[in-house]
Structure formats: C-alpha cells, structure tokens
C-alpha cells in the first residue's frame, strides 16, 4: 500500500501535534510553515543567538513551550518541513503553496489536508488608529518574546480578552513602560460567562493574578470603556489616546504607542477556497468552518485544527491537532491511525470539551463590542490599508444598496486592501449591517480569496 | 565592535537581548546599525519612527501586525524588490529603501 499523501499547514501548536501523530502512525507528513521557526504564534521561537530562558519568554507556559519545540525537534528528520512557506490556495486535492524568500512555488496533491492556520487579533478600528504606533496586541507580544523590544517608551494596551492583560504584564515585567490597561469589558463577569470560565480554574486565577499584578505595579486599569479616539499626527504617529467610561467622563493619556484587540479571530481562508461550509456564531459573532468533533470540515479530506477552526487557545490546539490527523489516518483506513483513533479519540473529545466551554466562558466575559464598531464615527478609517473610513462605507449601503458584505467591499473597498479584510473585516460588517438594518448574520461573509496573502510577482510557477 | 547603544529617536525600545552582533545596513542611502537576528522592521524603527509612508495620503505607517498578516510594512530592497519587514531578517551589508521603487511613483 503506497504511504497516504498528508500535508499539514501550520508549525503552531496543531500543527506540531498533528504531524507528531502521523509520525507515530509511520506517515511522513509535509509540515508547511509561513514562520522561519516552529512554535506558531503562541510559541513563537527566537532567532538563533537570544539567549533568554523558556521561563522568561513563556512564563507558566514555559514547560509546555518547551515540551512542544522539543517534539518538533525530534520529528524534524521525520517530516517534509517547509519554513517560510505560504499555502496560498487550495484546489481540488492539492494545496498551492509559495516559498516566501526566494518565490518558488509548487502544487502539493494530498489524500488528506490537515490545516492548522491560526489566528489574528481581532481588531475594532479606532479614530486614528491609522497612526504610526498603534499595533495589535499580537505584535506587541511578537516585539518583545522574538526581538526583546517594546513598542514604544509610553504603552498603553486597550481592548478586551485574555492576551490584553497578559500582555501588559509581560511588558512590565520585562521593563517597559506600560501607563494604563483599558478594558472595554465589564470588571466582573456573568455568572454564564463563569460557568464557563470555572472549567479551568487554574487559567481563571493566572487571569486576576495578572491583573492584580498589573494594578501592584502602578499601572492604571479600566473596565467597561468606550474608545474614544487615539490622538496623533501623520508624520509624528501617535501621541496618546481617549476613552470614556462607563460614567461618561473622558480619560486621556499621554503614550506614543498603543496596543490593540478583541481577542482573536480564526485564520479561515484556505477552509473557504477548499469549500468548507461555514456557520455563523452568534457567541463570538464570527463565520467559523463548520467541524465535527474530530476536525472534519465539510469538504472530504480536509480537516481543521486549532486557532483556525475554533479559538481553543494552545492546549486546545495541542489535543485538536492530534485528534484531526489521528481521524484523517482512520478516514484514509490507515491501520495504525485507526487504533491510535480508537484508543484516543474519547479522552481527545473530552478535552476538546472542556476547552470549548472555557471558550465560550471567555467569549461572554470578554465580547466583542459589535455595537461600538457600528456606532463609529463617518470619519473614522476603517480599512487601514486603503483609507476608506466608515462613512463611505455606509454610503455604499444607503446609496448603492449594498446590503450584503461582498458588494459593500466592491464599492467601497473595505476588505480588498493588502490585509485582505483580516483586520477590517468584522467592523465593516457591523457597519454595513447597522446601516442596512439588518442582523449582521443575514448580510453574509467576506470571502477568502487565493492568494490568500500577497504573493511577489516575481513568484516562479514549478508546478 | 562594542555593543551599540539604543539609538535615540527611534521608536521601539530594546529591552534584552543587546550582547547580540552589530550588522551595518544601509537605511535610504545611510549607513545604520543593527544587531544579528534583528528583523528588518526592529532594525528600522529602532533608527527612526516610521517604515514607509501610506500611499493613500493618511500619513506615515509603522507596522501593524508584525506576524505577515496586514502587509503593512512592505519596504523595498536596493534592486527593487518588496520586502516585508516583520519577517525579513536582516543581514550583513543589506540596503533598503523605505520608498518604492521610481517605476511605481
């Protein structure tokens, strides 16, 4: 029997495990890595050279980190590992992909396609967040754990989840200057959003460590804010930021950059160019691929893990990961996948469980402000690629009768600039919805286009 | 070499990490210095306080994302080619321009 054809898309914490548990199977996996190094985002490795301990890069994560590069390291002769590479299509059986350095492309047919994309923050635009020195709370985190810098000498964070006050006390502790954390989430969450959050005890308590650690230091802390504006100049960037509270008085602060977001979205593309059906969560007011509890999409062969199919965090991923390759092998009647998937899949399910509801827990304590992202001002940029600011795009509905996101995006070009509508996309469609009237789950979804990033024109086809 | 000092004027901070190697690069014509293993986008915005200025008339960016998702800190090697900063390492002798090329003016 000839070996099945398995290529895995991500080096992240899914991905590593997925390919880990191939290997075990006796498969040898492609391992497709947009990253330099191992480890996604969460684990994100330093260059060769930085000397800093596990312990200080991923704090109380250290051991799992640690525990995830030393698997990959150990199946890096065992896999067809393809760093700084893009997947940037999927057509029928075969994954598209493009080495970023030197343009080289190729077409790679597969029997199963595990994908294990990731995430982004997601952001909601704020006036002037289009300055020099606003970044998302992802690339604030990316500055300091892979080059050991801040992003700026006056910080201040501003958003909502998890990563918000993680990453505020990573910068104090590594001695940056960090002046507030502003939380647009109420300070005590719901008794649903409890429920939820009380599956992992242990992660509940680092979270109001961390805050207690942050308010020890000095640093100021706001709950239930409403951004105001972040203040700045073209050339100079920015130079500090408003937010009103829950009282209605106005807050400012002095800073020269701001980091960013709303907790995550999914990395979702190639699950749409493979056409994966999706459903819309009314929780996260996200459009997610939908999945079984193995991983399987919609579409025979491809399966999805991770970040990229349901924001579980790493640990989640870790188990999703391992479960949607053990699945692919049995679906593929691969003899030693399917008794790893028999003696697994329970105690994998299990955990998946009760990772969704610390997810669904940390959705309500910390949601997404989809009435604030309506509500912002005509002026306001909403795409930052291009410009193109609220107002005009409430005009493509009220003028053009755009009343579905993929003709909005056509008049108005919100979600076709270089970002391709990663970090516009979930504000315009509350914009567009607010401004047609209608549930932003009737007005559809932004659609993934290939090449799902830019590619170099230069770009040579081998295939 | 003796270990640079944080340049002033720039906009991110160097927290650790600075025992590295210097590299010397070129900066629009400028000579400039960074440390090995410095991404391109770290090693410009420890020089200055901007990447490349928004072709839409909005003023002058910095990076957004830095993990190769917004795009917004393309500048442009010495032959022209684009570079995206946040995942481009820096090396030895390497120019860049944070104005693209004249053909695209």
Known sequence: MTPPRIVVVGGGPAGVRAAQALVEAGVRPIVIDEGRRDGGQIYRRQPEGFTRSHATLYGSEAAKAQALHRSFDALREHIDYRSETLAWNVTTGQLHTAHTPSGETAALGFDALIVCAGATDR?????????????????????????????????????????LYLVAAQYVKAGARVDAVLDTSPAVPTLGALRGLLKRPRLLLRGLALKASLRLAGVTLLNAVEPVRIDGSPDGGVSGLVVRDARGAEHAFACDAVGMGWHL??????????????????????????????????????????????????????????????????????????????????????????????????????????????????????????????????????????????????????????????????????????????????????????????????????? | MSNPLPVSGGRFVRLAETARPALNIVIDGAQATALEGDTLLVALLTHGRHLRTSEFGDGTRAGFCLMGACQDCWVWDDAGHRLRACSTAVTEGMAVCTTPPALFK
């Open chain 1, 123 to 163: 952001l909601m635009p704020v006036p002037g967040w289009h300055h020099a020195g606003c970044y998302s709370l992802g690339a604030a985190q990316i500055a300091l754990k892979a080059q050991a810098c801040a992003i700026g000498s006056r910080v201040v964070f501003m958003g909502s989840g998890p990563l």
């Open chain 1, 265 to 463: 979205r999914a990395e979702t593309q190639l699950a749409d160019l493979a056409r994966c059906e999706f459903t819309f969560e009314p929780l996260s007011r996200q459009w997610l691929p939908r999945i079984d509890a193995c991983g399987r999409s919609s579409t025979a062969g491809v399966y999805l893990a991770g970040d990229g199919a349901r924001i579980l965090g790493a640990d989640g991923a870790e188990a999703a990961g391992r479960l949607a390759a053990l699945a692919a092998l049995h679906d593929l009647n691969h003899a030693r996948g399917q008794a790893l998937f028999a003696s697994e899949q329970t105690r994998l399910q299990r955990t998946l469980a009760t990772m969704n509801d610390f997810r669904e827990g940390l959705a309500q304590a910390f949601p997404w402000p989809h009435a604030h992202a309506a509500a912002l001002p005509d002026d306001a940029v909403v795409c930052r690629c291009e410009a193109v600011t609220a107002g005009e795009l409430r005009r493509s509905v009220l003028e053009f009768g755009s009343q579905e996101v993929n003709r909005a995006k056509a008049f108005s070009r919100v979600g076709m600039g270089r970002c391709q509508g990663r970090y516009c996309g979930h504000a315009a469609a509350e914009i567009v919805a607010a401004a047609a009237s209608i549930p932003v789950e009737q007005i559809g979804r932004l659609r993934g286009q290939a090449p799902v990033k830019p590619l170099l024109m230069s770009a040579q086809q081998n295939d």
